[in-house]
């Protein structure tokens, strides 16, 4: 299907039978790039990414150097953003946090879609009692409110980033598992499965060849926005005290420790979850832009 | 109707005793021996053999769950390392401050999330739609402790200066008069504030762009009675569904909102017993909340069966 068969689809709002095909990224790219909303939100993941990447050179000051004349300052032309409860640079502090959040974020994404993925493109495949199983252990994780799964997980393994990442991409793998299951499910069912399965070729070729290159969409939807989740879902363990170690500059920490000196210099607190906010609402607007970019027939 | 309520109710068994069981499978996780997780690092040996006896520590796996269960359903949760009391204890004294607050946030959230959603639907594609909107998607985007502290910042250092006062305008941490509820309630209402504008939008325009409503207008109903009276009452069927599954997750936030204001929920409870290594209290706080969550989830699902009643039959 060409571009221009494509862009009449759009116009007529959608047809399943008709719908361009979803490796045409540049009519996706054209989508997004008509919604301001995704502009917005792909500008503010680009500049976290690119901060996460290049934090050593961009930050003013070694993020751990202390300076105790200077403890609790608030921003002024030496220090941007001001200096924390040891006198270090919160601006320095900030932008290695952002390479922090890009790790958890993309190491909890990539354990919950490694993990959930595979379980409910099984599910969804093989349906009868291999569903039912994997389909009811995914209802007992979502049982638990998942802050608290994270938080028993983490309670249990022991205070650490690492837990911390792990337990964020284990709550998620029940979202990943019912949404894969979900699109193999309709998948399943087309005729050139069909067509495949009577011709005889074998069920590991039709999932990996067939099957999953048409579940990417919706995949890549969930990741945009469950990259969002984990890294409010990490500040949230940060500030608990039960992720990455005290001196460690990441953004939920940051909360943790200034909120002590929340009435004396509530720049310690304002300027991090700031951050976080900023980057959540740009994988929000980016996945929304997205979806709806994807699928036409999902813009409203 | 009493059919699917039985059904709903005997599908949540396995789920309840699955979740149980990885909450009591959960002491496992801790290095070293399960018996002075729970009994505490500074117990006694003799308390430490004592606990391992009890709970059955040296039998089979599915027999120390069975032993486990049994305890739950007879409300022994076993005693706090830190204070000495009953899990249980801890967790009654404690419980009613946490459905206080997760109850008013619910309420917070409905009053000003469905009308701000209402506007935005009969507004759409206009300024007022698109800074409701706005409002909302920073809603969602917002860490709720964040918005705690930032709560803390405006009533207790910037109002109060703007005003020349001395003193905080509410008061920033604890509980116990309507003061002390403010804050909380704004914090943890946030998101679900958000997440139910969003879904009243969604809805209301899903409705008004529907036959009858179009009919309404034309026999000449007045606008307001068509909003609200055909619209909204159509459109509320899914919203309630949200805002019942908001109780839930509200639960689950309560643990971040009540360390921020120092509120003597179990949310506190349960963070303040995680440094202190208290796994029984830990267990059992865990425990009681998902206990809680399944169990407003089915009444959802029976309330949204009542309210339309093709649910049933699926």
Redesign the interface.
Known sequence: MTASSGSIVTRQGGDVALRAPRSNLSMTLRRLARSPGAILGATLVAMFILIGIFAPVLAPYDFEAADFVKVRQPPSAEHWLGTDELGRDLLSRLLYGARLSLVVGLISVGIGVLIGAPLGLISGYAGGRVDQVIM??M??LL??????LA???V?????SLTNAMIAIGVVSIPVYARLMRGSTLSIKEELYIEASRSVGTPSHHILTRHVLPNTIAPIVVQSTLQI?VAI?AS??LG????GAPPDVPEWGNM?QKG?TY??SA?HI??F??LA??LV??GF??MGDGLRDALDPRMA? | MTQYILRRFLWAI???L??SF??FW??R???GDPAIAIAGELATPELVEKVRAELGLDQPLPIQYGIYLGRMLRGDMGTSVRSGLPVFEEIRIRLPRTLQLTFFSLLFAAAIGIPIGVLSATRANTWIDALSMIFA??G????I???G??L??FF??TLPSWLGLNQPILPPTGAGTWQHLVMPTIALAANSMAIQARMTR?SM?EVLRSDYIRTARAKGVPEFSVVYNHGLRNALIPIVTVIGLQF??L???A??TE??FAWPGIGRL??DS??YRD?PV?QGT?LV??VG??LVNILVDVLYAYLDPRIRYT
Do not use: E, K
């Open positions: 009811r252990l209802d007992i049982a638990f409110p998942s802050i608290l938080i028993l997980m309670a249990a393994f022991g205070p969002a409010q500040a949230a500030f608990l005290g039960l909360l909120r929340i009435l509530p607190v304002v991090p979850g976080i906010m959540v609402l929000n607007l409203r | 396995p789920v309840l699955g979740a990885l909450v959960s002491i996780w801790v290095p998607l920073l969602v985007s917002m860490p402790f964040w918005l502290l930032m803390i910042v207790a250092l969604a325009l839930g997750t639960l689950g936030g643990v971040l360390t921020v349960l963070v995680i440094g796994y830990i865990v909340i998902t969550f399944v």
